[in-house]
């Protein structure tokens, strides 16, 4: 079946723009996780969905990240003002629930701010 | 907190060589350990995973991993690499009351003809 699929895959913007990034998770998969990876580092944990809800947004770094997922399906990761410091890949998980189940990734968004 | 350690950036292999990738951890209570795989421009890709049960884990393509619940470890081995293994490759981990995924830096595999 199908994979989680992300877009777009790659956005480059310039410093101080709003950018938006989607994620389609596998069909069926209840959990949702947001991931971050700087280049040359593993992913780090933004943010993670059970449903619709935001269970823990404990690794969104300020209030210029934004995540929502209002039917439990999709969901969208929103940056406000972008900086540099935002560049990175961003990843989106889905599993079939949460707690012990195996997260499978997306190819990611690179995002680029100039 | 929990961590995940890879102490080599690099391993070189020749193929049909035996290939070992490092991990160690640390996390309250019981370790569920994953290993994922990335080839460039890619997204991670799962190999395997330790819950519970057997200390020898049988994942994809051949990979297999090793839980040692004294040396806090989780070594990826296959028994016999290829060129086609080379890629960038991540140790996970999180413990059993938690979601989110600590991972290591990752470990770049090449592997030689």
């Known amino acids: 079946g199908a994979g989680v699929s992300q877009t777009p895959s790659n956005k480059v913007t310039e410093k101080g723009k709003y950018v938006e990034l989607r994620c389609d998770p596998i069909?069926?998969?209840?959990?949702l996780y947001w991931y971050r990876q700087s280049l040359g580092q593993g992913p780090e944990f933004l943010i993670y969905f059970q449903g619709t809800g935001a269970a823990d947004d404990s690794g969104l770094p300020n209030d210029r990240f934004f995540a929502v997922r209002p039917e439990g399906s999709v969901s969208t990761l929103k940056i406000q003002r972008t900086e540099r410091g935002d560049s990175a890949v961003y990843l989106c998980a889905s599993s079939l629930k949460a707690g012990g189940d195996t997260q499978y990734f997306g190819p990611g968004t690179r995002l680029t701010v100039l | 907190a929990q961590s995940v350690a890879q102490p080599e950036d690099q391993v070189n292999v020749a193929e049909g060589n035996p290939l070992t990738v490092k991990c160690t951890y640390s996390v309250s209570g019981n370790p569920y350990l994953f290993w994922y795989v990335q080839y460039p421009n890619r997204g991670l890709q799962f190999l395997l995973k330790y819950i519970t049960g057997d200390n020898l884990v049988k994942g994809s393509y051949g990979f297999e991993a090793e839980f040692n619940k004294s040396q806090t470890s989780f070594h990826l081995k296959k028994p016999s690499a290829l060129v086609s293994d080379s890629a960038l490759y991540f140790c996970a981990v999180r413990g059993s009351n938690d979601y989110k995924l600590s991972f290591g830096a990752g470990t770049t595999v090449t592997v030689r003809a």
């Open positions: 069909s069926g998969h209840t959990a």
